[in-house]
T-cell receptor, first 110, second 112 residues
Framework: GQNIDQPTEMTATEGAIVQINCTYQTSGFNGLFWYQQHAGEAPTFLSYNVLDGLEEKGRFSSFLSRSKGYSYLLLKELQMKDSASYLCAVTRSNDYKLSFGAGTTVTVRA | SQTIHQWPATLVQPVGSPLSLECTVE??????LYWYRQAAGRGLQLLFYSVGIGQISSEVPQNLSASRPQDRQFILSSKKLLLSDSGFYLCAWSGGGEETQYFGPGTRLLVL
């Protein structure tokens, strides 16, 4: 089985930084994905971490610690359009299936 | 570039009626294909996945079934819908040696 935990909701101010944590307990862990999902729309791919460390893509960064079973998604210089649900998902070795957390709804306020 | 299509976008069906949702992928060959369901305010639940024509694996027992009659076509079906089948149905693909899954626009199903 797999336990993937992330906070249900977070609120932040436009221009600020928000960090969304994700912890997992996954046997045979291979890698971790972050997806963004706006209300009523399909998820879109943000990042994929396999190795420990920080991956930066513009305003978004994702971090992974395999030994701690922990990842975070960092959103900098928040914009109103960043209001969305952020989904953490893990894969296992030799298995192409994704297991998703319940998602974190981020609300950006002016 | 690859694109993924789903239809219909929205569907309202009575309890006990049949269902057929279609997903097609363009611009890639031999993709892995997936069907997910997302209930309101919930995470994505994997229903079926397929690694090739006619090869279907089911993740959860239910009254739904899936078929893959062609390489880039994936169909989700039911003979008799239940109220609990309401949700947002998403098709996804992966391939080219990558694990990243890319999602279609989804079908919102309401069973009344």
């Amino acid at each position: 089985g797999q336990n993937i935990d992330q906070p249900t909701e977070m609120t932040a101010t436009e221009g600020a930084i928000v960090q969304i944590n994700c912890t997992y307990q996954t046997s045979g862990f291979n890698g971790l994905f972050w997806y963004q999902q706006h209300a009523g729309e399909a998820p879109t791919f943000l990042s994929y971490n396999v190795l420990d460390g920080l991956e930066e893509k513009g305003r978004f960064s994702s971090f992974l610690s395999r030994s701690k079973g922990y990842s975070y998604l960092l959103l900098k210089e928040l914009q109103m359009k960043d209001s969305a649900s952020y989904l953490c998902a893990v894969t296992r070795s030799n298995d192409y299936k994704l297991s998703f957390g319940a998602g974190t709804t981020v609300t950006v306020r002016a | 570039s690859q694109t993924i299509h789903q239809w219909p976008a929205t569907l309202v069906q009575p309890v006990g009626s049949p269902l057929s949702l279609e997903c097609t992928v363009e611009g890639t060959s031999n993709p892995n294909l997936y069907w997910y369901r997302q209930a309101a305010g919930r995470g994505l639940q994997l229903l079926f996945y397929s690694v090739g024509i006619g090869q279907i694996s089911s993740e959860v027992p239910q009254n739904l079934s899936a078929s893959r009659p062609q390489d880039r076509q994936f169909i989700l079906s039911s003979k008799k819908l239940l109220l609990s089948d309401s949700g947002f149905y998403l098709c996804a693909w992966s391939g080219g040696g990558e694990e990243t899954q890319y999602f279609g626009p989804g079908t919102r199903l309401l069973v009344l």
